[in-house]
């Protein structure tokens, strides 16, 4: 498993810049036309599944949001514009506002410490001795396989009020406060378990994929640093840490979407309790719109949530544009 | 149509009559013809739990029997069931006949997917008990048919009680809290089991004390938890919570209060009398010091308000088979099926004749007493938004266990209450 | 260079701990699976079962259409798996060795549809499923996983296939091979660890989703495993020991698919599917 990272680092990209690709190698005009519209229709097949099971859900979740649908209008197939009044009530509302503050510090939280603690395992397992990194290795993996519906049940026993194994060792541990700790009756100690089972669940990927990366560097680099009398945090600035960047930037753009769309662990865990308090915006539309069955206040809540989620995503996007079109220079 | 008005009769007496003016009625789909229905299947949704095998088996049988056409039961889940039933009333095949909670039926009633039923009222309901049928009545028209009914009582330890050195039984809430005092007092046991939102018991002792959980404010409804009646129930509520180490915003489901009880640990817990079922499960020894109870009231001559859970069984609006449909009901809801029904679940069947099915069954005498002073949630279209998750009730009763005023509580939910019920339909 | 006793010492425990940390959940899943009820619910925990009893497993594997669940799981998860795949191969080699016109906005366009958040467009999905008369079908199912598993194949085999050295490619093509040949007999096989390693992706995305086929298939015979887990946790509570038997259930394809793929997954990586 990997990252699609957008400026590969070294090796056979520069042989891919010198060499040239696609159809323009050829000289024979006909083969050229063929070769020119080549890409397109290799791309097709995928453009055709995203108009058609994307595109389209997205055009009728933009079209029901403009709606006063409810129970009776989905079960009597009526159809009720209603102009923009769910973009208005949701917009002047405080609800939208404060749970969109709230989804941000949340995705900004747990990527950081994803990234952070995903970075070090993976440095670690750099370090370790063959064996210990296998024995690792295991372990991250099968955190990393565990179907997040199974992983978010695993939790929710494990941090059970009555006979989980959290509490209980808290309470031998001293804190017999603990020992009947219900971590559902509060905003924070719900986001603690949910950020503990996402970064649990996340940080494999982050540690497999830079270890991976690591093993790329090559050794040249260190010895050319160790030469110039680089200590071993020299060389981690000068030499590991740029080579990596790229997978940074990737990975953690990937960490921010899936974090941020981090449903199924927030909406199982506690229904985006207590007091919805710990509601991130697609738990939100998803109780506005399916839960509360006020599908069109959800759908217009549900666009809004994408418009965000872009918004968050467009620095990197940025960087990806600029980045694609330097290499395109050298296709 | 010229059916008889058919009142308590045997069930054999009403399938003549029925077979006698079968196969008449002009509905497009559905249409009995030579061979009766045969070849064509209905879909009924019962949720989990609410009928036993065997029940389905012999209504089955006796379905196929009359009409030719099989009926093929699907066990639904009540945990997300609103968002799937309405979903499944807009589609092309809906279920035929459906179970459907009776707080929940005024707001299915009002979107239209439920099929009128004035003509079987008429046919087989003169006697169902009046305020049973209520929920099934909305805006004068009849949408379904009570089906069951239930209500909790005091399921408790016989061995943990003896134990304490109690004999008998409580009779009054101050008893009863006496007994679990010294239960505390005397044993390593936990008194009584009683998670913080086991909201129904919550709407029971609001019942109680004749508190409404909304009043009427010009065309619309809004919250009335602020009543010092509901601040009243409330208390009582508190009062026994604080016996208990259970979860303070949990339900009666999370763990499952059975399963707790099960340990034997737990002197008792308010509940369903099938929860005895999960207790033994849990551990089949448990089952013999299994005693029940109905929950005391204030004073000895008036048990404590109990919510009437129950259900009703509708037929889709959407569904082609309407007359088959019905004819599942006169069978299901037949004296002889009802009441086997009331026998096997120790439920409250839908008439006073058929009660006689619950002698002999601890549960069912433990409950029926206070099942006359029972109640229900309003019931108002607008009520089935309250009761979707996170329900402000809940949250009500978490704040005041957890050391808000009623008063500060329902200021606090208030807002959140009121958007529901004034939610656009 | 000799590192201290401390030095060597360090990154082994540390390791030792994490290996915990991140292992005993998946343990203590499995170990409860196995344990009697009376133990699960138990004051103080039963580190070790040594009662071990396989009634969970019987009422996990015992509910209804519990082999309907398997059969519709497993053919929903690889056909979308392999549609996938094979529609991303075709775009990601033209992203990654074509130069041509939007080649940008394609890569942009991808980006967006990887963000997409499904379970709040279910509602619209679900619309459109039901005016087109597919309710209760894996067709619907199959195409939308599809979907969701294919803008991050897309762009993770474009990666792939970039680091396959294009000279190689070029080379077959010198020799007489055709571009088509090329393809099929130089890249393809470098290609099979990148291959495998978004296919897991794709696996375990298609295999936990739950949202979609719970709003689009009532019908019994339609649904899928994530929805039988789910059940578990109905109306009268948790039942820890069988909902733990099902998710062990629910989990052993994946974790053994993926101790399995794993090394040459990761000896892909190392190869250089990441320099893409």
């Known amino acids: 498993m990997t990252v699609q990272t957008e400026r590969p680092p070294s090796g056979p990209a520069d042989v891919r810049r010198t060499a040239g690709g696609g159809g323009s190698g050829r000289p024979n005009p006909r083969a050229s036309r063929v070769g020119a519209l080549a890409p397109y229709l290799l791309l097709l097949p995928a453009c055709a599944a995203t108009v058609l099971l994307l595109g389209w859900p997205l055009l009728k979740d933009l079209l029901l949001s403009f709606q006063n649908l409810n129970m009776a209008q989905l079960i009597q197939h009526v159809t009720e514009w209603n102009g923009i009044d769910n973009y208005t009530e949701v917009l002047t509302g405080e609800d939208f506002w404060r749970v969109t503050l709230r989804s941000i510090l949340f995705t900004a939280v747990n990527v950081a410490l994803t990234m952070f603690l995903g970075s070090l395992v993976g440095l670690l397992l750099a370090r370790l001795g063959k064996r210990m990194r296998f024995t690792l290795m295991i372990g991250l993996v099968l955190a990393w396989a565990m179907p997040v519906v199974a992983a978010t049940t695993v939790y929710q026993w494990l941090f059970a009020q009555r006979f989980g194994v959290v509490n209980w060792v808290l309470d031998k541990l001293g804190r017999h406060s603990m020992a009947d700790y219900s971590w559902t009756s509060d905003q924070m100690s719900t986001f603690f378990v949910v950020t503990v089972l996402i970064v649990w669940m996340s940080i494999p990927f982050v540690a497999i994929n830079l270890y991976a990366a690591t093993t790329t560097i090559p050794g040249e680099l260190y010895e050319a640093a160790a030469l110039d009398g680089a200590g071993a945090w020299k060389s981690f600035t000068t030499v590991t840490l740029p080579f990596l960047r790229p997978f940074l930037y990737a990975t953690t753009f990937l960490e921010i979407i899936w974090i941020f769309k981090a449903f199924v662990q927030v909406y199982t865990f506690n229904q985006g309790g207590p007091d919805r308090l710990t509601e991130i915006l697609p738990v939100y539309a998803y109780i506005e719109g399916v839960g509360n069955q006020h599908y069109g206040m959800g759908a217009a809540i549900a666009f809004l949530t994408i418009l965000i989620m872009i918004g968050l995503t467009a620095y990197y996007l940025r960087i990806v544009l600029k980045q694609e079109k330097e290499e395109e220079a050298g296709l | 149509m010229k059916r008889k008005l058919i009142s308590a009769i045997g069930v054999a007496a009403m399938m003549v009559s029925i077979a006698a003016c079968g196969g008449d009625d002009g509905d497009e789909g559905g249409k009995a013809g030579a061979d009766g229905y045969a070849g064509q299947t209905l879909t009924v949704w019962v949720m989990d739990g609410s009928s036993p095998d065997q029940w389905q088996k012999d209504v089955a049988a006796a379905f196929e029997k009359k009409t030719k056409a099989k009926v093929k039961f699907e066990v639904q889940q009540w945990n997300g069931i609103q968002q799937k039933l309405t979903t499944a009333l807009s589609e092309e095949n809906p279920p035929d006949v459906f179970e459907i909670g009776n707080t929940q039926t005024p707001a299915y009633a009002k979107t239209g997917g439920l099929a009128d039923l004035a003509d079987l009222k008429t046919e087989i309901g003169a006697d169902w008990t009046e305020s049973l049928n209520n929920s099934s009545v909305f805006e004068g028209k009849q949408y379904a048919a009570p089906w069951y009914f239930a209500n909790r009582v005091v399921l408790y330890n016989k061995k943990i009680w003896a134990e304490a050195g109690i004999k008998d039984t409580p009779k009054t809430r101050d008893e009863f809290y006496a007994d679990l005092k010294t239960i505390g007092d005397k044993t390593d046991a936990e008194p009584i089991y009683l998670p913080g939102q086991n909201w129904y018991h919550f709407v029971g002792l609001t019942i109680g004390e004749g508190a409404e959980l909304v009043k009427k404010d010009g065309d619309s409804y809004v919250s009335n938890l602020a009543d010092p009646k509901v601040a009243a129930a409330m208390e009582t509520y508190k009062k026994f919570q604080a016996l208990s180490k259970a979860p303070k915003d949990k339900d009666e489901a999370t763990p499952q209060q059975g399963e707790v009880f099960g340990k034997g640990n737990v002197g008792a817990f308010i509940g369903m009398g099938w929860e005895a079922g999960i207790a033994i499960e849990a551990n089949p020894k448990i089952e013999k010091e299994i005693g029940y109870f109905t929950i005391p009231g204030a004073t000895a001559d008036k048990p404590e308000g109990v919510f009437l859970g129950g259900s009703n069984l509708a037929v889709a609006a959407g569904s082609k088979k309407q007359e088959l449909a019905k004819e599942f009901l006169r069978i299901a809801l037949s004296d002889e099926h009802e009441g086997q029904l009331a026998k096997l679940n120790g439920v409250i069947p839908n008439k006073e004749s058929l009660q006689s099915n619950l002698e002999g069954n601890v549960v069912a005498e433990a409950a029926a007493p206070a099942a006359a002073g029972g109640g229900t949630t309003p019931l108002i279209a607008e009520w089935a938004a309250v009761e979707n998750a996170p329900n402000p009730i809940k949250t009500y009763m978490t704040a005041v266990l957890n050391g808000k005023s009623p008063a500060e509580a329902a200021a606090q939910v208030e807002e959140e209450f009121n958007k529901r019920l004034s939610q656009q339909q | 260079m000799k590192r201290s006793l401390f030095g060597r010492i360090w990154p082994n425990a540390t390791a030792v701990v994490l290996f915990i940390g991140f292992v005993f959940p998946v343990y203590w899943m499995i170990a409860t699976a196995f344990k009697p009820t009376g133990d699960i619910i138990s004051e103080d925990p039963v580190w070790f079962p040594t009662d071990i009893t396989l009634d969970h497993f019987k009422t996990a594997t015992g509910a209804d259409h519990f082999w309907t669940f398997v059969t519709n799981s497993l053919t929903v998860t690889v056909l979308a798996v392999v549609f996938s795949l094979v529609i991303a ?181 190392t190869a250089g599917a990441v320099k893409g």
């Open chain 3, 89 to 269: 191969l075709a775009g990601s080699f033209a992203l990654a060795r074509m130069r041509f016109r939007g080649r940008r906005g394609f890569i942009i366009g991808f980006m967006l549809a990887q963000m997409a958040p499904w379970e709040v467009m279910i509602i619209a999905m679900y619309m459109i499923v039901r005016d087109a008369s597919m309710l209760n079908s894996l067709v619907p199912l199959t195409a939308f996983y599809t979907m969701m598993i294919l803008p991050f194949t897309i762009l993770t085999l474009r990666g792939f296939v970039a680091a396959v050295p294009a000279e190689l490619e070029e080379s077959a093509m010198v020799d007489g091979c055709t571009r088509m040949q090329a393809f099929r007999r130089v890249i393809l096989p470098l290609l099979a660890p990148g291959l495998m390693a978004t296919s897991m992706f794709g696996f375990i995305t298609a295999w936990n989703e739950f949202a979609l086929v719970l709003v689009l298939n009532k019908d019994a015979e339609a649904q899928t495993l994530p929805l039988w887990l789910t059940s578990f946790q109905t109306v009268f509570g948790n039942d820890w020991g069988a909902t733990m038997a099902a998710s062990t259930l629910f989990a052993v394809p994946i974790l053994i698919l993926f101790v399995f793929l794993q090394r040459r997954a990761v000896s892909g990586l």
